[in-house]
């Protein structure tokens, strides 16, 4: 099975069968101010949708959301818990700053519906895969075309037959993946600018110093 995602927008999108072109899920910002993503599932055969799921996003960090899923409201960090290290990287010009990073693999965990549990895995890339708890794959995603030198396709992923009676449980956690990749890849971008804008001050004043410190001794002499 391959869904396609009809916009490049984790939290407002339309998700449909590629096969047919049936809309099978809708996600959407339901309170901006609270950054509250709705979730809802079309019922099949119909135009009718039920809520699925809500995420409540927090501000700080996203391990600290709230996840409204199967008539429970749940933290992020006991939902889909993070796995592997930490690193940490220190701004060479010691401005203070660090920039966290999941691990390499950007690994988070689930327990599905069925009892059993999967394995996200992603990179800087946009691209997961969903493991089972034999390391089988379940889910691969493809990074949108626009057909200039691919053929066009937007974001969609393959959902092989292990995942079907999951898909609830896989929509979920895919759409906080894909967001937590998303907020940490801004995270850090804005942090390297601004410590690279740092560096860029902290040389300039250093080579505007020799000048006025060679002018002097000249001046001396």
């Not at 899920?25 to 979730?39: I, L, P, S």
């Not at 940490?184 to 505007?208: C, D, H, I, M, P």
């Given at each position: 099975?391959?869904?396609?995602?009809?916009?490049?927008?984790?939290?407002?999108?339309?998700?449909?069968?590629?096969?047919?072109g049936?809309?099978?899920?809708?996600?959407?910002?339901?309170?901006?101010?609270?950054?509250?993503?709705?979730?809802?599932?079309?019922?099949?055969?119909?135009?009718?949708?039920?809520?699925?799921?809500?995420?409540?996003w927090?501000?700080?960090?996203?391990?600290?959301?709230?996840?409204?899923?199967?008539?429970?409201?749940?933290?992020?960090?006991?939902?889909?818990?993070?796995?592997?290290?930490?690193?940490y990287?220190?701004?060479?010009?010691?401005?203070?700053?660090?920039?966290?990073?999941?691990?390499?693999?950007?690994?988070?965990?689930?327990?599905?519906?069925?009892?059993?549990?999967?394995?996200?895995?992603g990179?800087?890339?946009?691209?997961?895969?969903?493991?089972?708890?034999?390391?089988?794959?379940?889910?691969?995603?493809?990074?949108?075309?626009?057909?200039?030198?691919?053929?066009?396709?937007?974001?969609?992923?393959?959902?092989?037959?292990?995942?079907?009676?999951?898909?609830?449980?896989?929509?979920?956690?895919?759409i906080?993946?894909?967001?937590?990749?998303?907020r940490?890849?801004?995270?850090?971008?804005?942090?390297?600018?601004?410590?690279?804008?740092?560096?860029?001050?902290?040389?300039?004043?250093?080579?505007?110093?020799?000048r006025?410190q060679?002018?002097?001794?000249k001046?001396?002499?």
């Open positions: 099975m391959n869904l396609s995602f009809r916009s490049s927008d984790p939290l407002d999108m339309v998700i449909v069968d590629s096969t047919n049936a809309v099978l899920y809708h996600t959407e910002m339901h309170n901006v101010v609270d950054q509250t993503t709705r979730v809802n599932k079309y019922i099949s055969g119909t135009q009718e949708a039920k809520v699925l799921a809500e995420i409540h927090e501000r700080l960090t996203t391990q600290s959301a709230n996840v409204l899923y199967r008539g429970q409201k749940l933290k992020m960090s006991d939902f889909l818990p993070r796995q592997g290290l930490i690193m990287i220190y701004e060479a010009a010691r401005c203070l700053t660090f920039i966290h990073i999941h691990n390499f693999f950007r690994t988070r965990t689930f327990v599905a519906s069925d009892g059993k549990q999967y394995k996200w895995k990179d800087s890339l946009m691209k997961f895969k969903l493991y089972d708890p034999s390391e089988n794959l379940v889910v691969e995603s493809h990074k949108q075309h626009q057909g200039v030198f691919h053929k066009a396709q937007d974001y969609n992923v393959d959902v092989l037959p292990p995942g079907i009676p999951i898909l609830d449980d896989i929509i979920v956690t895919f906080i993946m894909n967001n937590s990749e998303w940490l890849q801004v995270e850090l971008y804005t942090t390297l600018w601004s410590n690279l804008k740092a560096l860029v001050n902290r040389y300039s004043g250093g080579v505007k110093y020799k006025l060679s002018l002097s001794l001046t001396d002499h």
